[in-house]
């Protein structure tokens, strides 16, 4: 059966535990499972991290990526969703989508005999999640247990993040604005996808309280950088700015990560996410080896080592 990554919920905790395995062995110690194959990588929305560290992982792997405009394929303007995937999938082994609507990556998921990528959607960003615990994982060790605190807007990011930090067994702690909060079935689906506990509550300060990382996002998101965007932003968001008095209730041993582009004085302090509490480069780079793990996984790579 071919296996999509869509969403971070649609793997059990070994699965995600293998993908992360897959993403700390060096790309030369690694099968080249798309050697001589080719990957479509298709951008609805722009993106320089997302590029880079797809086109890499792809090429880790023995792989040829063909990045792809939104407009060259025209999603249900110059042809359904699901005539491009049927047509892709005959030049390709691998087929991801960096897309607007989620329903787009999902349909075609629906259509692929190969496997599907979601590279974000306005649900979720599977691989940024990836990226965020394999780093946490660096610098904490051991995940089942920990603390995670997101200050900001249950967003695609924020939703990814809690899925994967349920299904590695830790603490979720969400501090969103009124109105920018996730609903009561979201806390308790969340939950069961494995988490030590879910709260969330409006006060930043209290929730990241204990935490063992501290992330937020930008409150501007792509389409929203003119400035009386940006100022009704900062209005709603008034009070989660992540700053030095938060990681110190937050604990010595902190760090801060945010995925990046960051607007400094917004959702983050200057001091903060260029202090030496913060991993968001290391947490930048392994962008590129989470999607490594991730393609070699859903290519079928085994981790080196383990007993087949």
Not at 78 to 87: K, L
Not at 174 to 197: K, N, Q, T, Y
């Amino acid at each position: 059966m071919t296996r999509h990554l869509i969403d971070v919920a649609d793997f059990t905790s070994a699965e995600v535990t293998a993908m992360l395995d897959l993403a700390e062995v060096p790309a030369e110690d690694l099968p080249r499972p798309l050697a001589g194959k080719g990957a479509a990588l298709i951008f609805e929305k722009p993106s320089a991290r997302t590029r880079h560290s797809m086109e890499m992982a792809v090429v880790q792997l023995g792989g040829h990526p063909v990045f792809t405009r939104g407009e060259e394929v025209g999603f249900d303007v110059r042809e359904p969703v699901e005539d491009v995937a049927r047509i892709m999938e005959g030049f390709h082994s691998l087929i991801a989508a960096r897309v607007y609507d989620h329903s787009t990556v999902t349909r075609l998921a629906d259509v692929s005999t190969v496997p599907v990528v979601n590279m974000l959607s306005d649900y979720s960003h599977p691989l940024q999640a990836f990226a965020d615990a394999l780093t946490m994982r660096q610098q904490l060790g051991v995940l089942a247990g920990k603390t995670v605190a997101y200050v900001g807007d249950y967003n695609n990011v924020a939703r990814s993040l809690a899925e994967i930090s349920a299904r590695l067994g830790m603490h979720i702690r969400l501090a969103c604005p009124v109105g920018f909060e996730a609903d009561d079935a979201e806390l308790e689906r969340i939950l069961l996808l494995g988490a030590a506990s879910v709260v969330q509550g409006n006060r930043p300060i209290e929730m990241v309280v204990g935490a063992d990382a501290v992330h937020t996002d930008t409150w501007v998101s792509m389409g929203e950088e003119e400035e009386e965007d940006k100022e009704a932003k900062r209005q709603k968001f008034e009070g989660f700015t992540v700053d030095d008095d938060m990681m110190d209730a937050a604990g010595d041993g902190a760090i801060f990560m945010h995925c990046l582009p960051a607007y400094r004085g917004f959702e983050v302090t200057a001091s903060v996410i260029d202090g030496p509490r913060s991993v968001v480069f290391q947490q930048g780079h392994n962008r590129m080896h989470a999607a490594r793990g991730a393609l070699a996984f859903l290519m079928g790579a085994d981790v080196p080592g383990e007993q087949q």
